[in-house]
């Protein structure tokens, strides 16, 4: 078993970086995101233990599966 709790504080801590890059960019008005698109699609790899870049690693968020299951939600609540 990986420790968990590590592994989701390194994750943690890297989305704490792009989040805090892009807030010092606004305010600076500085567009520099480098850091920002170099951590965005950061992950965790559960099998090996580590933190890595899910995209190079072929895992997408599947954003248009989520966004059909809100629309059937939607309508069955106002159905119902």
């Known amino acids: 078993a990986k420790d968990s709790s590590e592994l989701v504080a390194q994750l943690r801590s890297i989305h ?32 090996e233990g580590t933190v890595r870049d899910n995209l190079n690693a072929g895992v997408v968020e599947p954003a248009i599966s989520k966004i059909k299951s809100l629309r059937f939600a939607t309508e069955a609540a106002i159905t119902i």
Do not use: Y
């Not at 970086?17 to 520099?32: I, P």
């Open 16 to 47: 704490s970086k792009a989040q805090q890059q892009k807030k010092d960019n606004e305010e600076s008005g500085n567009n520099n995101d480098e850091l920002k698109n170099l951590l965005k699609n950061t992950g965790l790899d559960l099998i």
